[in-house]
C-alpha cells in the first residue's frame, strides 16, 4: 500500500506537499507511516486522505464469482467506480501470489484496496 500512497515516482507526496497548510511530510519507511505537518487542519487532513489507504478482503462463495464480476465485468467495474476501490485482487489470478488468509472451503477471496 505503500506504493500506492507515495504515487509514480513520489507524485502522491509532491500533490500532498503542495495542499495549502502542509509545511512537510516525512516517511518513516522502516514503517510506512507518514507524519504530515501543516498550518492548517484542513491541509494536513486534505494531505492524509490523500496518502491514506486500506485494504479489506471479502470471502465471496464461488458459485457467485460470476454474479460478483459480472458480463464483461460491468458489475465489478460499477463496485470500483461507485466505491472510490482503486484496486481489486482475487486469489487465483495469474498474476498475483495466493492470499495466506484461512478462507472457508468454496469461497473466494476478494481483496479490495
Same mark, same amino acid.
Given at each position: 500500500?505503500?506504493?500506492?500512497?507515495?504515487?509514480?515516482?513520489?507524485?502522491?507526496?509532491?500533490?500532498?506537499?503542495?495542499?495549502?497548510?502542509?509545511?512537510?511530510?516525512?516517511?518513516?519507511?522502516?514503517?510506512?507511516?507518514?507524519? *504530515?505537518? @501543516? +498550518?492548517?487542519? /484542513?491541509?494536513?487532513? #486534505?494531505?492524509?486522505?490523500?496518502?491514506?489507504?486500506?485494504?479489506? &478482503?471479502?470471502?465471496?462463495?464461488?458459485?457467485?464469482?460470476?454474479?460478483?464480476?459480472?458480463?464483461?465485468?460491468?458489475?465489478?467495474?460499477?463496485?470500483?467506480?461507485?466505491?472510490?476501490?482503486?484496486?481489486?485482487? *482475487?486469489? @487465483? +489470478?495469474?498474476? /498475483?501470489?495466493?492470499? #495466506?488468509?484461512?478462507?472457508?472451503?468454496?469461497?473466494?477471496?476478494? &481483496?479490495?484496496?
Amino acid at each position: 500500500l505503500m506504493g500506492l500512497a507515495i504515487g509514480t515516482h513520489g507524485s502522491n507526496i509532491t500533490t500532498a506537499r503542495n495542499i495549502p497548510g502542509v509545511t512537510g511530510i516525512d516517511l518513516k519507511e522502516e514503517t510506512g507511516i507518514f507524519t *504530515i505537518y @501543516g +498550518d492548517t487542519r /484542513e491541509g494536513v487532513k #486534505s494531505a492524509r486522505n490523500m496518502l491514506e489507504f486500506c485494504e479489506d &478482503t471479502v470471502p465471496i462463495p464461488r458459485r457467485m464469482i460470476g454474479k460478483v464480476i459480472g458480463k464483461s465485468g460491468r458489475v465489478i467495474q460499477e463496485v470500483v467506480d461507485r466505491s472510490g476501490v482503486i484496486r481489486v485482487k *482475487i486469489e @487465483g +489470478d495469474e498474476n /498475483e501470489a495466493p492470499i #495466506s488468509e484461512v478462507v472457508e472451503d468454496g469461497m473466494i477471496p476478494f &481483496t479490495f484496496i
